[in-house]
């Protein structure tokens, strides 16, 4: 994709909502918001623009970015000292059921949270084999295992 403003500037305004969407979705620590996550992942696409080869579509290229930085994010909060989980920022789901859903699709490892993740933005299992490297064989049973667990958590509650 050629290097320029203007098609940066659609690319994100065309996927804004699934950009801060996967950036609410990890807890980092409380130097860190929700914005500057989203920051992070601009700065990462603006980069990483001029190698996408459009091999997969744009859509799964962002998740795929988004996701790989926040992944990279949560381990550098993570390592660091004092590190304490920041509030969830997103405001129109104040409820227990939401973030109790939030807090075990987090506890999942990855990329089983990529998965489910990806699941839920409405990739298709293709789209989620490209985005994580694994077979269409191995992402369904990934996200079957997964889904079974978060089920049987969900409801014990």
């Known amino acids: 994709m050629e290097l320029d403003e203007k098609t940066f500037k659609e690319l994100i305004h065309n996927h804004r909502d699934l950009i801060w969407r996967i950036c609410s979705c990890y807890r980092l620590n409380a130097a860190w918001t929700t914005?500057?996550?989203?920051?992070?992942?601009?700065?990462?696409?603006?980069?990483?623009?001029?190698?996408?080869?459009?091999r997969s579509s744009e859509r799964t290229w962002i998740f795929r970015v988004a996701t790989n930085t926040m992944i990279s994010l949560t381990r550098i909060t993570s390592n660091q000292q004092n590190a304490q989980p920041a509030e969830h920022q997103e405001p129109s789901y104040n409820n227990e059921p939401y973030h109790d859903l939030v807090g075990m699709i987090e506890a999942l490892p990855e990329p089983n949270r990529t998965i489910i993740n990806a699941h839920i933005q409405g990739f298709s299992h293709a789209e989620i084999a490209k985005i994580t490297g694994l077979t269409l064989a191995a992402v369904a049973m990934r996200l079957s295992r997964s889904l079974h667990k978060l089920r049987k958590q969900y409801n014990s509650k």
């Open 35 to 54: 914005e500057d996550a989203f920051h992070e992942v601009l700065c990462n696409l603006w980069k990483g623009l001029g190698s996408f080869d459009k």
